[in-house]
C-alpha cells in the first residue's frame, strides 16, 4: 500500500530522538530502514533528521553546504530591476541587470555597497528563476484576429523570398496591426501598428484610431521618422490595410523594398508576431479602445515604451535549428539590447552612434517608468473592458 507524504513524515518524525543518539552503524541502519519503508531518497530523510531536531540548548542544527551567497537585500534589488524592465525572463533580465543599475546609481536612486554591487552583477540567469519564481504571474489571454485579406494589387507585391531582403543590414522590417477590440470586433477601435527590424530588434508602435489605408500609412510614416537607421524594406501581411495602392506608391516613391508574407502563414512574420505579444499585448492588455483622445495617449505611451524596449530591454535571436529525431534543438545568441546591436554595426556612422550613446547616457529609467505607469493608467481608465 502507497503511503502518502504526510504518513512518511510522521514515520521519519518517529526516529528523529533514536538517530540523534545513535552511533555511525546505527545510523545507516535507521536510514536503510527507512529508505525501504518510506521509499524517499537517503539524502533526503538524512537532511529532514539531521535539520528538524534542536539541541536541549542552542539553535537548530545546521545542515551541509555553503552559506547562501544572496539573501533578501540581493531578492529585492532583482525584484526592483525585474518590475521595472516589465517581467523579462532571466536570461534577458542578466543581460539588462548591468545597465539598470548603472542607471538607477547615475541619476541618484540607488547606492550600492562595491560588494554587493559585484554579487548582483554576477549573480546567474539560474539563480535569479529560483528568487523569482514565486514572483512570477503567468497570464494566457487570447486575443481576435481582425485581418481581411486584400484582393487587389497582390501581383505586383511579391511574396517574400531569401533573396528579396538583405537581412545583414538594419533597415528590413516586418510590420502588423494589432486590433484593441476587446472581445466584440464591431464599430471602431484602435490599432496599434507594430514594426520590428529584424537584424536588431529594433521596435516602434504607432496607434491609429482604425485601419482605414491613410491613417495605416500615416502610421508607418510616423514611425519611419522614429527610426535610427535608414527605412530599407517593409513585409507585411496579406490584410487590405497594407496590401493598396496607397502603401504602393509610397514604397515606390522612396525606394523601399516592398513584399509580403504567404496567406494562412503566419510564422512568415515571425519578428514582429512575437513583439505583438511581448510589446503590446503584455503592456496593453486586450480591453478595448476608441476615440481619438485614446489615440493620443496611447502614442504618448509608446514613445517611451520604445525607450525602454530598444534601449534597456536585451533581446535573444535564434541563430541555429537542428532537428535530432523528434526533438528540434534551438541555439540563441546572447541577449544584447537593440541600441547595443546597432552600436556593434558599421550602418551607422560615428557621429550617429555618439549621439545614440549620449541619448543612452542621460535617459532616467525610474522616470520613465513613473511616467509610463501614468499613462498606462490613463489607458487602462479608457479601456471599455470588453
Same mark, same amino acid.
Given at each position: 500500500?502507497?503511503?502518502?507524504?504526510? $504518513? %512518511?513524515?510522521?514515520?521519519?518524525?518517529?526516529?528523529?530522538? +533514536?538517530? @540523534? =543518539?545513535?552511533?555511525?552503524?546505527?545510523? *545507516?541502519?535507521?536510514?536503510?530502514?527507512?529508505?525501504?519503508?518510506?521509499?524517499?531518497?537517503?539524502?533526503?530523510?538524512?537532511?529532514?533528521?539531521?535539520?528538524?531536531?534542536?539541541?536541549?540548548?542552542?539553535?537548530?542544527?545546521?545542515?551541509?553546504?555553503?552559506?547562501?551567497?544572496?539573501?533578501?537585500?540581493?531578492?529585492?534589488?532583482?525584484?526592483?530591476?525585474?518590475?521595472?524592465?516589465?517581467?523579462?525572463?532571466?536570461?534577458?533580465?542578466?543581460?539588462?541587470?548591468?545597465?539598470?543599475?548603472?542607471?538607477?546609481?547615475?541619476?541618484?536612486?540607488?547606492?550600492?555597497?562595491?560588494?554587493?554591487?559585484?554579487?548582483?552583477?554576477?549573480?546567474?540567469?539560474?539563480?535569479?528563476?529560483?528568487?523569482?519564481?514565486?514572483?512570477?504571474?503567468?497570464?494566457?489571454?487570447?486575443?481576435?484576429?481582425? $485581418? %481581411?485579406?486584400?484582393?487587389?494589387?497582390?501581383?505586383?507585391? +511579391?511574396? @517574400? =523570398?531569401?533573396?528579396?531582403?538583405?537581412? *545583414?543590414?538594419?533597415?528590413?522590417?516586418?510590420?502588423?496591426?494589432?486590433?484593441?477590440?476587446?472581445?466584440?470586433?464591431?464599430?471602431?477601435?484602435?490599432?496599434?501598428?507594430?514594426?520590428?527590424?529584424?537584424?536588431?530588434?529594433?521596435?516602434?508602435?504607432?496607434?491609429?484610431?482604425?485601419?482605414?489605408?491613410?491613417?495605416?500609412?500615416?502610421?508607418?510614416?510616423?514611425?519611419?521618422?522614429?527610426?535610427?537607421?535608414?527605412?530599407?524594406?517593409?513585409?507585411?501581411?496579406?490584410?487590405?490595410?497594407?496590401?493598396?495602392?496607397?502603401?504602393?506608391?509610397?514604397?515606390?516613391?522612396?525606394?523601399?523594398?516592398?513584399?509580403?508574407?504567404?496567406?494562412?502563414?503566419?510564422?512568415?512574420?515571425?519578428?514582429?508576431?512575437?513583439?505583438?505579444?511581448?510589446?503590446?499585448?503584455?503592456?496593453?492588455?486586450?480591453?478595448?479602445?476608441?476615440?481619438?483622445?485614446?489615440?493620443?495617449?496611447?502614442?504618448?505611451?509608446?514613445?517611451?515604451?520604445?525607450?525602454?524596449?530598444?534601449?534597456?530591454?536585451?533581446?535573444?535571436?535564434?541563430?541555429?535549428?537542428v532537428r535530432d529525431g523528434s526533438r528540434v534543438i534551438r541555439k540563441h545568441d546572447l541577449a544584447i539590447t537593440p541600441y547595443r546591436r546597432l552600436l556593434i554595426e558599421d550602418t551607422l556612422c560615428p557621429q550617429q552612434k555618439e549621439e545614440l550613446h549620449q541619448f543612452f547616457q542621460a535617459l532616467d529609467l525610474l522616470s520613465i517608468q513613473k511616467e509610463m505607469g501614468e499613462?498606462?493608467?490613463?489607458?487602462?481608465?479608457?479601456?471599455?473592458?470588453?
Open positions: 500500500m502507497d503511503l502518502t507524504m504526510a $504518513t %512518511k513524515r510522521q514515520i521519519i518524525e518517529r526516529q528523529k530522538n +533514536p538517530y @540523534r =543518539r545513535a552511533g555511525k552503524k546505527e545510523k *545507516s541502519r535507521i536510514l536503510q530502514a527507512l529508505v525501504t519503508t518510506t521509499g524517499l531518497s537517503r539524502d533526503h530523510i538524512s537532511c529532514v533528521l539531521r535539520d528538524q531536531y534542536q539541541y536541549q540548548q542552542g539553535p537548530v542544527k545546521p545542515g551541509r553546504g555553503r552559506k547562501a551567497v544572496y539573501g533578501m537585500a540581493h531578492k529585492e534589488l532583482l525584484k526592483r530591476a525585474w518590475i521595472l524592465l516589465h517581467f523579462p525572463s532571466s536570461r534577458r533580465l542578466e543581460a539588462a541587470l548591468p545597465d539598470v543599475i548603472e542607471n538607477l546609481e547615475q541619476h541618484g536612486h540607488l547606492r550600492l555597497e562595491a560588494t554587493f554591487k559585484q554579487q548582483m552583477l554576477s549573480m546567474s540567469h539560474g539563480t535569479m528563476d529560483r528568487l523569482l519564481k514565486h514572483n512570477r504571474k503567468q497570464l494566457n489571454p487570447f486575443g481576435r484576429a481582425t $485581418t %481581411k485579406p486584400g484582393s487587389l494589387l497582390k501581383n505586383q507585391i +511579391p511574396i @517574400r =523570398r531569401g533573396t528579396d531582403w538583405d537581412d *545583414s543590414v538594419p533597415g528590413f522590417l516586418e510590420i502588423d496591426l494589432v486590433a484593441h477590440c476587446g472581445s466584440e470586433p464591431r464599430g471602431e477601435y484602435l490599432f496599434t501598428l507594430n514594426a520590428t527590424d529584424v537584424k536588431t530588434g529594433w521596435t516602434e508602435c504607432w496607434a491609429v484610431r482604425n485601419k482605414a489605408r491613410v491613417h495605416t500609412l500615416e502610421a508607418m510614416k510616423s514611425i519611419e521618422k522614429r527610426l535610427p537607421f535608414p527605412l530599407r524594406g517593409i513585409d507585411s501581411d496579406n490584410g487590405s490595410e497594407f496590401i493598396n495602392q496607397h502603401f504602393l506608391n509610397y514604397c515606390k516613391d522612396k525606394k523601399i523594398c516592398f513584399t509580403r508574407s504567404r496567406p494562412n502563414h503566419s510564422n512568415d512574420g515571425c519578428y514582429v508576431e512575437q513583439k505583438n505579444w511581448s510589446v503590446v499585448r503584455k503592456m496593453i492588455g486586450y480591453g478595448r479602445l476608441e476615440g481619438q483622445g485614446a489615440v493620443d495617449t496611447l502614442n504618448q505611451y509608446y514613445e517611451l515604451l520604445s525607450v525602454l524596449n530598444n534601449f534597456f530591454l536585451p533581446s535573444q535571436k535564434l541563430i541555429q535549428r499613462l498606462l493608467a490613463q489607458i487602462q481608465s479608457l479601456s471599455l473592458g470588453y
